[in-house]
């Protein structure tokens, strides 16, 4: 947990990697890891016909971890002020992973990518066509939240036979297809089939974040599986043209808006020279992702509700639960929960 650690406690905000990109650099020279780096600090090594890992190196929060603390195997961030504090997990995990990999595996086992600027846009897509993906088998991405996602085939990241066979694997890891919000995968996915994979970190880009010590250790093991059993080329999607409409990428981003906290209205600004279509799907985007989260947050409450009334444990049906990996599900269950418990005192007061 030492490596993990150090990651954590380097506070790299997007466009301004330099010590995250230092501390990678200094670790696959200690290894005696090839690589290279781009003028953005993106640190790189292609290998034909291997697997291709990638994470990326930036983060949104705005303030350093100064102290981690684990308790029940999780794993939480504080800042100066003793304060919790968001730990970047997105995506120090998945860097984790690579280095681990790498330690373990040295340096022909496969390729790897620490991308930067993911959190605002990606700095990916300037460089990706030095970089000569092609030649790789597939990529693996290692950016999603929650222990049991595999995004591909519903994203138009991979074509269908590459998610059959990662989703083969994945069951026994706990790991099942949906769809999510943009990643590096949207690059490389031009180039070749990849899967972004859940790495154990939860609250994205929240103070709230925190890592499952267990979730990230079972996201090792699954990758680890994967490019130890599947050597097999799959080639690039075919995007359809729905998907790849100005309306429909500007909903997904407004998705990702929403899910990660921002302001629709701050946002907008930022894309204020994209398409007139791009800009309604973001905000129907967004607007759909909130209706989404407060009905997933209602039926909480009601489930928390219930619980009490049968006389159930919470903290037992919490930790079930949480493996859905859905927060509003999990905060309406506590407050249902918390209300009804309360009703109940004041009632046996008023008796």
Not at 156 to 184: A, H, M
Not at 202 to 225: C, G, P, V
Not at 339 to 351: P, V
Request: charged share 30%.
């Amino acid at each position: 947990m030492q490596l993990l650690q150090e990651l954590i406690k380097i506070h790299s905000p997007s466009f301004k990697e330099e010590n995250m990109s230092k501390f990678i650099q200094k670790k696959l020279k200690e290894m005696q890891i090839p690589h290279r780096i781009d003028e953005f600090n993106q640190i790189y090594n292609i290998i034909t016909d291997t697997p291709l890992l990638s994470a990326h190196q930036d983060q949104v929060q705005k303030h350093a971890v100064e102290d981690i603390k684990i308790e029940n195997s999780r794993i939480y961030g504080f800042n100066s002020k003793n304060k919790q504090e968001g730990l970047g997990a997105d995506d120090k995990c998945g860097i984790w992973i690579i280095l681990k990999l790498l330690e373990k595996y040295g340096k022909n086992k496969f390729s790897f990518i620490f991308s930067c600027g993911e959190e605002s846009g990606g700095l990916l897509s300037k460089s990706i066509d030095l970089m000569n993906v092609d030649k790789c088998l597939y990529a693996i991405i290692l950016d999603r939240k929650g222990s049991s996602d595999i995004i591909g085939k519903d994203n138009d990241y991979c074509i269908t036979e590459f998610q059959n066979d990662i989703s083969v694997l994945g069951r026994q890891f706990g790991y099942k297809p949906t769809t999510g919000i943009w990643s590096d995968a949207d690059t490389i996915s031009s180039y070749l089939s990849c899967v972004n994979l859940s790495v154990g970190y939860y609250n994205a880009h929240s103070k709230q974040e925190y890592i499952k010590w267990f979730a990230l250790q079972n996201a090792l093991n699954f990758t680890e599986k994967i490019i130890n059993e599947n050597n097999f080329k799959y080639e690039a999607p075919t995007i359809s043209l729905y998907s790849n409409s100005k309306y429909d990428e500007g909903y997904e981003y407004g998705i990702h808006v929403y899910e990660y906290g921002e302001k629709l209205e701050t946002a907008i600004l930022w894309e204020d020279k994209k398409s007139y279509e791009y800009i309604e799907g973001m905000k129907d985007g967004y607007d759909d992702a909130k209706k989404s989260n407060e009905k997933t947050y209602e039926e909480g409450y009601e489930y928390g509700y219930e619980i009490f009334q049968n006389g159930e444990d919470i903290e037992e049906a919490l930790e079930w639960e949480e493996s859905t990996e859905s927060t509003e599900f999990t905060d309406g269950m506590q407050n249902g929960f918390s209300d009804a418990e309360s009703m109940a005192k004041n009632y046996l007061k008023a008796c």
